[in-house]
């Protein structure tokens, strides 16, 4: 099936290091080795989808991204073409781009800020009915990190899990999968705002960490789970080191923290992480980024069945930057 246009309308980086982007026209890209091109959905007025909260991250963009690249690491289309040697996905199928496909996508190869994109054929994310296609995009990074982290949790259905910056944008998906896919009991911990949504979304509990000391957010959370030796897991989606500080603190013994949120900066010491208090209470500290292609499977046919609901906005093209 050939495109229908031989323009490629596409956001770019304008300015290595900062977050300006511009709008152009490229030719559109033709797939390779092991490759298959596609068609992003809502072209030719074509839309960027954005998470709806405040933890937003929509490009990769760091200090050393090339001039000239590409932007976007998540995306749905159709497939419309095929490099030499491959045949599946199908032409017409709708799949999705992850952020990592091989290689990173709008960072080392062009992202999905683009009408039409090349991707490798095997790491093509089919997509199942009974989701729309904008909702399910988010879900490709910011719903696959959050499930591949609670995987690496080890928590069984009836332990209790805090989520650190519950109402963010991967936070919100973090509360649905938690407990309404894996059966947890959920302790949100975000600003007051962000209460309704987290209760909305599964969380049995909220503590606003605005109106509470670490102590005091210790203390409540110990109440609350296992009869005052705490929380079976904790999830830090937050981009605050104070989410670290705090998070081994609302831990039983033998407790997992996963990490997750990056935060900005030059990182603190985490004067709760040294190594007598980790022996002694046994516990895990386990890096998560991202998830493998059984779990992107998984995570979208949970959010097909209705499980999980991710609240995200459409935005032109052309109001990147300003978003």
């Not at 080890?154 to 649905?176: E, F, R, Y």
């Not at 209460?195 to 979304?201: A, G, N, P, R, T």
Request: a negative charge.
């Amino acid at each position: 099936m050939a495109p229908e246009t031989k323009r490629n309308k596409a956001v770019v980086y304008a300015e290595p290091g900062s977050s300006k982007t511009s709008i152009q026209y490229l030719d559109i890209p033709i797939p390779g080795d092991g490759q298959i091109l596609v068609k992003l959905y809502d072209t030719p007025e074509y839309h960027v989808i954005i998470l709806e909260h405040d933890d937003v991250d929509l490009s990769n963009t760091v200090v050393d991204q090339e001039t000239d690249q590409v932007g976007g690491h998540e995306g749905v289309g159709e497939v419309i073409g095929h490099g030499p040697g491959v045949t599946e996905p199908s032409i017409g199928t709708r799949v999705g781009i992850k952020w990592l496909a091989e290689k990173i996508s709008g960072y080392y190869t062009p992202g999905t800020f683009q009408q039409y994109v090349t991707t490798s054929a095997s790491y093509a994310t089919p997509i199942p009915d009974g989701i729309d296609s904008s909702a399910a995009a988010p879900l490709l990074c910011a719903g696959l990190t959050v499930y591949s982290g609670l995987q690496k949790t080890g928590a069984k259905p009836g332990d209790w899990v805090v989520i650190s910056g519950a109402g963010g944008g991967l936070g919100h998906l973090a509360v649905q999968y938690a407990s309404r896919v894996m059966g947890l009991r959920v302790i949100a911990i975000d600003s007051s705002s962000k209460e309704s949504l987290c209760k909305e979304c599964g969380s049995e509990e909220f503590l606003d960490f605005m109106k509470h000391s670490d102590d005091e957010l210790e203390e409540k959370i110990k109440k609350i789970a296992n009869n005052g030796r705490g929380a079976n897991a904790v999830l830090v989606v937050s981009a605050a080191n104070k989410s670290y500080e705090q998070g081994l603190k609302f831990l039983k013994p033998q407790g997992t923290m996963v990490c997750i949120g990056m935060p900005e900066g030059t990182p603190v010491a985490i004067q709760s992480a040294y190594p007598a208090r980790i022996t002694s209470q046994q516990f895990r500290i386990i890096g998560s980024a991202i998830g493998n292609r059984r779990e992107a499977l998984e995570a979208l046919e949970f959010a097909a069945r209705g499980l999980v609901k991710c609240h995200y906005a459409i935005k032109k093209m052309e109001d990147l930057t300003q978003v």
